[in-house]
């Protein structure tokens, strides 16, 4: 008995279609996992919006974007926020004292 | 003032004094600040070639895995240099190199050919951290040096460990940088101020802390001289050259070592436009110019008579 010439046209355009499917998941996946594999091994730097550009008077230094935690440069201290915590002045201001204890503060 | 209980002993190429307010607890305080040194040095020494500081520098243009320590030590570092805009930089390495300063101030050559070029540091910018898997990566042909906040972040660490092992008030100086952790003395830690540590201060140059730390820099200690000029050891990053002379020193307090270091360093660098920024950050601060005139910032109190 000869096959239906419609019915096989039908059943190869499924087995394409089903194979074009495979075909894109499968490249998605790859897609993925390549990604994934190279942002591990190649940590890359964001870059810092315009306004976190600052100059120096060596030249443009970058300070820490919002939220960045590999900018170049600087890594925040953990906990403490992306920005630079400035310099701190003393809780209390030094008094003068007689020099009568152990300690010289100087140069070394 | 009633002398306070303290022991001295060299460390980092210069010397360490600590002092308690229990005198029953000053050898607990004294093992706890050379424990805590030796883990510095290993981490930040710039003479030891198995420090962590050295592996980056030799492996300088990869990726070089680091302690937990001497990331902290360098976070530091790179912190200092942002909120001085670069005039404390730990790439300066390569500048101090250039300068004669490549080992141990001790066995440096006091003398030597002149000097044709220098070297401008990259820039702290350059410095990459990956805090997550603990490695740090430098462009080739670049240095670091830590040795202008390690130092001080030891002091500060040390008196903390110190203080909490001991029970008592710890002052810690390391080479001058000085950090005081818990009870103080009843009327504060008195300390000298000198161009150098190691010198007595000068007379009605002291002060009493309760808290923080005091640091000095100076351009009058650690100088050594190529062809006939004189060189010193704090440098300005944006040229690769000794820093002015318009300050022979500069003491700062502030709520940490670190804090007063990276001051008193960056007011050196940048001479006549320092008491204005120190000013503006409420930074207590006494500069000393080269003629001896004292310039005071913030609080800073007023000479005692002698």
């Given at each position: 008995m000869a096959s239906d010439p419609i019915a096989t046209r039908d059943s190869g355009l499924r087995r394409v279609s089903r194979i074009t499917r495979s075909a894109f998941a499968g490249a998605l996946v790859l897609a993925g996992a390549l990604s994934a594999l190279a942002a591990r091994e190649l940590p890359g730097r964001t870059s810092p919006p315009a306004g976190n550009v600052t100059r120096s008077h060596r030249g443009t230094s970058l300070l820490p974007p919002s939220g960045s935690a590999t900018a170049p440069g600087f890594q925040a201290p953990s906990g403490q926020g992306t920005a630079p915590a400035p310099l701190q002045p003393p809780v209390s201001a030094p008094v003068a004292g007689s020099g009568g204890g152990p300690v010289t503060s100087g140069g070394s | 003032m009633e002398q306070l209980p303290h022991a001295a002993f060299p460390v980092f190429g210069t010397g360490a004094v600590i002092a308690t307010t229990d005198p029953s607890s000053l050898g607990t305080a004294v093992t706890t600040v050379r424990g805590v040194c030796d883990e510095f040095d290993a981490a930040c020494s710039g003479f030891r070639s198995d420090s962590d500081v050295e592996n980056v520098n030799r492996g300088a243009g990869t990726w070089v895995a680091v302690g937990a320590l001497f990331l902290s030590a360098l976070s530091e570092a790179l912190r200092a240099a942002a909120v001085t805009d670069g005039d404390v930089d730990p790439t300066v390495g390569r500048a101090l190199y250039r300068l004669g300063y490549d080992r141990d101030f001790a066995t440096i050559l006091r003398d030597g050919p002149p000097l044709r070029d220098f070297a401008p540091a990259p820039g702290y910018a350059c410095v990459q951290v990956d805090r997550r898997r603990g490695r740090v990566r430098i462009p080739t042909g670049a240095r670091l040096d830590l040795g202008a906040t390690a130092k001080a972040l030891a002091a500060d660490r040390?008196?903390?460990?110190?203080?909490?092992?001991?029970?008592?008030?710890?002052?810690?100086?390391?080479?001058?940088?000085?950090?005081?952790?818990?009870?103080p003395p009843a009327e504060g830690w008195d300390i000298g101020l000198s161009d150098s540590h190691a010198d007595p201060s000068s007379p009605g140059r002291a002060v009493r802390i309760r808290s923080g730390g005091l640091a000095t820099s100076s351009t009058t200690v650690r100088t050594w001289a190529r062809g006939g000029v004189r060189l010193h050891h704090i440098v300005d990053p944006s040229t690769g050259r000794p820093a002015p002379d318009v300050w022979r020193a500069v003491s700062v307090a502030a709520a940490t070592c670190v804090d007063a270091n990276a001051a008193a360093t960056a007011a050196v660098v940048r001479g006549e436009r320092a008491?204005?920024?120190?000013?503006?950050?409420?930074?207590?601060?006494?500069?000393?110019?080269?003629?001896?005139?004292?310039?005071?910032?913030?609080?800073?109190?007023?000479?005692?008579?002698?």
């Open positions: - | 040390a008196a903390a460990a110190a203080s909490c092992a001991a029970g008592c008030g710890v002052l810690v100086s390391l080479g001058g940088d000085v950090a005081v952790d818990g009870p008491p204005g920024w120190l000013e503006d950050a409420g930074l207590p601060a006494m500069l000393v110019r080269r003629d001896g005139a004292v310039v005071r910032t913030a609080a800073w109190p007023a000479e005692v008579a002698a």
